[in-house]
């Protein structure tokens, strides 16, 4: 049931913030007292807030003509929304500014109660044949058929209808993100579907009538691999690692950028500081030469933790770092009141490196510094150059790598830091990140915004859309563990292996997956 609970609980992201904030209320006296706003309607009156509070806070919008373009659209959709009574027609005039931002961040939430599911997902892989891979026990004979319209539509026109109200970073993140909303009785009332049936076209021309059930009804079945044992199979906590110690090699799987520290409502969390030294001292206490790092299942979250690990494996010193533009907000000081005191022109500063949550007072050119006494409470680095692991690194990345993990491995990437082998991202490697939440008084609406725009330390490859990996490797054949084949073939012995390893992070699918800063 992975696949289901974690996408139950990466929609309610959008319901709640994690660390119990109620969602900030859009309001700007300006725009609230002008004609415009008085003479329209709720969805005119939102429209204007909800481009006044995007134009003022996307990094995008610093731009001045990217800033005029969109208020040239925002007069053209005023005048449109005039005409429209349904709340759906209304988010998909939203969904189509955020979704041409081309930042998986920034998007328009469809739902509200996520009650009712379509009992079957679809493997969604470029160009290859769709085919269903989820499904409910009463429809398991679908399992692996290819489907190629839904509802009376090619599914490419359906696709097409998707890709113009789903924000993604690129293609991949989309096909990620909508082979799950496609699962939704409320996002195909948005593309204006309200049936309660879902009738699949299959390739063998049959149709097949799906109908909705109740999410918690729902009991699937899914494409199962045959692998027996498969070592990089996902596992259901937020970091772990086992010791292959006659193969010299140390799996780590990291599937969430979260723990104690950064979340700290969980305090059944572990400590991934903590996690990661133990981890370090385990391997070099049994001459461990590999170290892989599993980022496939790896969505995001705080990047501080990634520059945890980095401190085992690089010096902070020689690390080049991303740039980080912020664009300074009345809707970012609501979260953060002391970035008032910090304001480039009251528009955007770029700051290097940081995070949310630390102290802003003590370092105003937003600088961490590493070599100040470091406060147990904190977060905890590896300042010793002796500890570094000087071993082989690989990093494993998939298509559901995503915003931190792609910060990660683009780290890793622009300063030569171990290879990548897998796939390609859904992140890219330069992008807009740091969500900000919040609600459209008039109707209700929920929504988020980056206010960051993370640039890569190499800046000739800012443009660049996706991390290709060094090694291209298929991370999703059904017969065999092929990264795990390739790495030891590469780097084992090929002897076997006994386990070993850190249980005691806390099921990340029982708690609901909170928001996360990138």
């Known amino acids: 049931m992975r696949y ?11 319901l709640t913030l994690s660390y119990g904030q109620n969602i900030p209320t859009i309001h700007n006296e300006q725009i609230e007292s002008s004609r415009e706003y008085q003479d329209g309607n709720d969805f005119q009156r939102d429209l204007l807030l909800y481009i006044d509070m995007l134009a003022n806070t996307h990094p995008y919008y610093a731009d001045a003509e990217h800033r005029a373009k969109l208020e040239r659209q925002a007069r053209k959709m005023y005048k449109e929304c005039e005409k429209i009574t349904d709340l759906n027609q209304f988010k998909v005039y939203l969904a189509t500014i955020a979704a041409s931002l081309n930042d998986g961040h920034t998007a328009i939430l469809y739902w509200s109660k996520l009650d009712r599911v379509f009992p079957v997902r679809l493997a969604l892989d470029g160009n290859a044949p769709v085919i269903i891979d989820v499904t409910s026990e009463e429809h398991s004979e679908l399992l692996g058929k290819e489907v190629v319209g839904i509802n009376g539509k090619s ?36 593309m204006g579907m309200n049936d309660d049936v879902l009738s699949l076209t299959l390739a063998d021309d049959r149709c097949v009538d ?17 692998v027996e044992g498969r070592v990089t199979a996902q596992r259901g906590v937020l970091f772990d690692y086992t010791i292959y110690e006659d193969e010299s090699i140390c799996y780590m799987q990291f599937n969430q950028f979260a723990d104690r520290l950064t979340h700290p409502q969980y305090p059944q969390l572990a400590r991934f500081d903590e996690f990661t030294r133990d981890m ?31 401190s085992w494996l690089y010096p902070h010193k020689d690390t080049k770092r991303y740039a980080v533009e912020v664009r300074v907000s009345e809707l970012l000081c ?11 022109d009251g528009k955007h500063l770029e700051i290097g490196n940081m995070y949310d949550g630390m102290d ?97 330390p190499n800046r000739e490859l800012v443009a660049d859309e996706y991390l290709v990996p060094d090694v291209v490797i298929d991370l999703n054949d059904p017969n065999n563990d092929l990264v795990w084949e390739w790495i030891l073939n590469n780097y084992g012995a090929n002897k076997g292996a006994k386990q070993s390893g850190d249980d005691d992070t806390y099921l990340w699918d029982t708690i609901y997956r909170p928001s996360m800063d990138n």
């Open 4 to 14: 289901i609970l974690s996408i139950i609980g990466a929609l309610l992201i959008g």
């Open 280 to 310: 370090m001292t385990e391997m070099n206490e049994k001459g461990i030469r590999t170290l892989v790092v599993d980022l496939q299942y790896n969505s995001g979250g705080n990047s501080m933790l990634g520059d945890v690990l980095l």
């Open 360 to 456: 802003f007072d003590q370092s105003k050119d937003y600088k961490i510094d590493y070599s100040a006494p470091q406060d147990p409470a904190k977060c905890v680095f590896n300042f010793d150059n002796d500890k570094i692991f000087k071993g082989n690194l690989i990093f494993i990345q998939g298509k559901d790598s995503f915003s931190s993990a792609t910060l990660l491995l683009t780290l890793a990437r622009d300063n030569g830091i171990g290879i990548i082998v897998g796939e390609t991202s859904g992140g890219s490697p330069s992008h807009y990140g740091d969500i900000l939440y919040c609600t459209l008084p008039n109707t209700g609406t929920i929504t988020t915004v980056s206010h960051k725009h993370f640039v890569r």
């Open 210 to 226: 799906i109908p909705a059930i109740n999410k918690s009804e729902l009991k699937i079945v899914q494409l199962q691999r045959s």
């Open 155 to 190: 599914l490419k026109h359906i696709l097409r209808m998707a890709r113009d109200i789903v924000s993604a970073d690129n293609d991949v993140n989309f096909e990620n993100l909508v082979k799950e909303y496609l699962m939704l009785t409320e996002f195909w009332a948005l």
């Open 334 to 344: 609501s979260y953060y009141p002391q970035y008032r005191e910090y304001t480039v």
